[in-house]
C-alpha cells in the first residue's frame, strides 16, 4: 500500500538550516507529483512546495520563496524539503502528500504522518 | 491570509445535510476544474474526500459531494453522523506562481 514517511524535524534556531526527507514505498515513485504541505500549530493548512512527476518543475508558496528548496531522488524513492534560514514563523508539522494521479501535480491523495519542525532559540 | 476563502465554522445535527463553501478567482477555482477537499480529525493527517470538483477516492462515502459555480466551490456532506465532525480544507491549481492555493479551513461541528 501507499506509505510516506516523513523525518528529519526537530528543534533548530532561527537562521538556521535543516532538511526534511519523505520515503515513498508501494508504488513507482517516479510517476507522480509530490508536495510539501505545513501546518503550524491551531492553524490551517498552508501548502509550501511542489515537484512535478519527472522533476522539471518546482514551485514554492512566497513565503518560503528562495529560502527552502524542493527536490527528487527518484533511485531512493525519496523527496527532499532543505529549509535555510529558518525563521520562527516556519515553526508547524510538515506533510509530505503524493498527488492523486500520475503525471499531474493537482489533488493531494496520499499524505505521510508528518514531521514537526520547531524554530527557536 | 489564505488565498480562497472559506467559513470558519458550520454546525448541523445528524441526519442532516451541510454544505461548506470555498471562493476564490478566475485564476483558481473559477477558471479550472481542479478543485479538492480534504478532511483533518484532530492530530491526523489530511484525507482526500473529493478531486477534481466533484469525484470521490474509492472508499470515501457517496455522503460526500461536490459543485462548483464560477468562483465558489462547494462541499456538501448529507446525512451527518458524528464521524463527520472534522475540519475541511478546500485546495485549488492556481495559474499564478504558486501553483497551488489553500483555503483556511472550516470546522464541522455535529451537534
Known amino acids: 500500500q501507499v506509505q510516506l514517511v516523513e523525518s528529519g524535524g526537530g528543534v533548530v534556531q532561527p537562521g538556521r538550516s535543516l532538511r526534511l526527507s519523505c520515503a515513498a514505498s508501494?508504488?513507482?515513485?517516479?510517476?507522480?507529483?509530490f508536495h510539501w504541505v505545513r501546518q503550524a500549530p491551531g492553524k490551517g493548512l498552508e501548502w509550501v512546495s511542489v515537484m512535478t512527476y519527472d522533476g522539471h518543475n518546482e514551485y514554492y508558496a512566497d513565503s518560503v520563496k528562495g529560502r527552502f528548496t524542493i527536490s527528487r531522488d527518484n533511485s531512493k524513492n525519496t523527496l527532499y524539503l532543505q529549509m535555510n534560514s529558518l525563521r520562527p514563523e516556519d515553526t508547524a508539522v510538515y506533510y509530505c502528500?503524493?498527488?492523486?494521479?500520475?503525471?499531474?501535480?493537482?489533488?493531494?491523495?496520499?499524505w505521510g504522518q508528518g514531521t514537526l519542525v520547531t524554530v527557536s532559540s | 491570509q489564505s488565498a480562497l476563502t472559506q467559513p470558519a465554522s458550520v454546525s448541523g445535527s445528524p441526519g442532516q445535510s451541510i454544505t461548506i463553501s470555498c471562493t476564490g478567482t478566475s485564476s483558481d477555482v473559477g477558471g479550472y476544474k481542479f478543485v479538492s477537499w480534504y478532511q483533518q480529525h484532530p492530530g491526523k493527517a489530511p484525507k482526500l474526500m473529493i478531486y477534481d470538483v466533484s469525484n470521490r477516492p474509492s472508499g470515501v462515502s457517496n455522503r460526500f459531494s461536490g459543485s462548483k459555480s464560477g468562483n465558489t466551490a462547494s462541499l456538501t456532506i448529507s446525512g451527518l453522523q458524528a464521524e463527520d465532525e472534522a475540519d475541511y480544507y478546500c485546495?485549488?491549481?492556481?495559474?499564478?506562481?504558486?501553483?497551488?492555493?489553500f483555503g483556511g479551513g472550516t470546522k464541522l461541528t455535529v451537534l
Open positions: 485546495s485549488s491549481y492556481s495559474s499564478s506562481s504558486t501553483l497551488e492555493v
Open positions: 502528500a503524493r498527488a492523486f494521479m500520475t503525471m499531474v501535480t493537482r489533488s493531494l491523495g496520499y
Open positions: 508501494g508504488f513507482t515513485f517516479s510517476s507522480y507529483g
